[in-house]
């Protein structure tokens, strides 16, 4: 098993370009997630997936937009990119939602610097 | 939402010393707390994690112990080695059955 995987592992964007994170993780994982890992702050929950074609908004969801159309796939779209989201992003992913599978595992994680 | 702080954000123990990091919670709903190591550049990784229905667990040098009345949960890492060296995250899951993190720990053992 190759795991949580992400691409790219750095990228360097401009103000108001877009581009889209990917994640994908070969475990049959139900639930998954991204968050972004700023200096100080730990880190914090984007968007999540509880399943295919089932998302929902984290704590800082504005600028980012999700997707979940296979139980293998993730990925995370920057619409206009700002110097804000500058942040190292890591995606994750359970067996389940419920209880006794939400141990997470994170893929090795994309550095982002938006100019 | 749930809050989870931690403290202290930076330890420095000589090594074979014991390492202890704290974190406290906010909702009383809470009920998974996990601990990941984060080296530097690299994925967090859970090292050990514990449920509401235990109030400790070890695993080798490294224990957690949980109290739900205080709501606040603890790390114990004994006879501290080099390669303990990192920063460490709690976290919790509360009624939002989403993890909250802490800002982190960075725990440096000097030889």
């Known amino acids: 098993n190759a795991g949580v995987t992400q691409t790219p592992k750095f990228q360097v964007l401009k103000t108001g370009q877009s581009m889209t994170l990917q994640c994908a993780q070969d475990?049959?994982?139900?639930?998954m997630s991204w968050y972004r890992q700023d200096p100080g702050m730990g880190l914090r929950l984007i968007h999540y997936?509880?399943?295919?074609?089932?998302?929902d908004q984290g704590e800082v969801p504005n600028g980012y937009n999700v997707s979940r159309s296979t139980t293998e796939d993730f990925p995370l779209r920057l619409l206009s990119a700002a110097p804000s989201q500058t942040s190292v992003y890591f995606c994750a992913s359970s067996y389940s939602y419920d209880i006794g599978g939400e141990t997470q595992y994170f893929g090795p994680g994309t550095r982002l610097l938006v100019l | 939402g749930e809050n989870v702080e931690q403290h202290p954000s930076t330890l420095s123990v000589q090594e074979g010393d014991s390492a202890v990091i704290k974190c406290t919670y906010s909702d009383s709903a809470s009920n998974y707390f996990p601990w990941y190591k984060q080296e530097l550049g690299k994925r967090p990784q859970l090292i050990i994690d514990i449920r509401s229905n235990v109030g400790e667990k070890k695993d080798q040098r490294i224990a957690v112990t949980l109290n739900k009345t205080a709501k606040h949960f603890s790390l114990h890492i004994t006879e501290t080695q080099p390669e303990d060296s990192a920063v460490y995250f709690c976290?919790?899951?509360?009624?939002?059955?989403?993890?909250?993190f802490g800002s982190g720990t960075q725990l440096t053992v000097l030889p």
């Open positions: 475990m049959n994982h139900e639930y």
């Open positions: 997936s509880v399943g295919a074609g089932i998302t």
């Open positions: 976290a919790a899951r509360g009624s939002a059955r989403q993890l909250t």
